[in-house]
Every structure is written in C-alpha cells, then in structure tokens.
C-alpha cells in the first residue's frame, strides 16, 4: 500500500511509474478483470461482470495515470521522455478502461 501511495503523490521514479505501474500493472489488472468479467458474463451474472470489469480496472487505471502524470512532473530528464510517458499511459488507460 505504501508504493501505491508513493505512485499516487508522484514519489516513484518516472521508469518506475510507468513501467512497473502504468504498463505492467495496467495490463495485468485489465487482463484479469476483463478475463474474470467475460466468464460472468457467459454464467449470465451481468452487474457482477460489470463491477468486475469496471469498478476494479478503471480505480486502478486513474491511480496508475495521476502517479505517472505527477512523477512526469518531477522527471529530471529530457522533457520529451516526460511527455511520451503521459501521453501513452493516458491514450492506454483510457483505452483499457473503456475495452
């Protein structure tokens, strides 16, 4: 809980952020989620599916894309890496969130 709490405030290195969190994380949740709300919805169990689905991943997802967003904003590097990282993890959370 302490390094979700650290990815939300920014306090994770950008890499760390964005690979561990945003792109590892990210697919392995939706993964999951999408996975376990499929098999629901085939044993006809819909707002199971749907709070499978969603109310687990998109939480997860906003999470993910406000730690990478804040680490971006304390990434000491070249600015380009910075704004390649938000952009890909807010194009792919959103992504995700809505598949």
Not at 80 to 93: E, F, I, K, N
Request: charged share 15%.
């Amino acid at each position: 809980m302490k390094r979700m709490i650290a990815l939300w405030r920014g306090e994770l290195p950008l890499e760390r952020a964005f690979w561990d969190w945003a792109v590892a994380g990210g697919l392995a949740v939706n993964l999951v989620t999408t996975m376990a709300s499929l098999l629901l919805l085939t044993a006809d169990r819909v707002v199971a599916a749907l709070v499978v689905g969603y109310a687990l991943a998109v939480p997860y997802n906003l999470v993910a894309t406000v730690g990478v967003w804040r680490s971006a904003a304390r990434y000491g590097g070249e600015r380009c890496w910075a704004d390649l990282a938000r952009a890909v993890t807010l194009v792919g959370m959103v992504v995700l969130s809505l598949t």
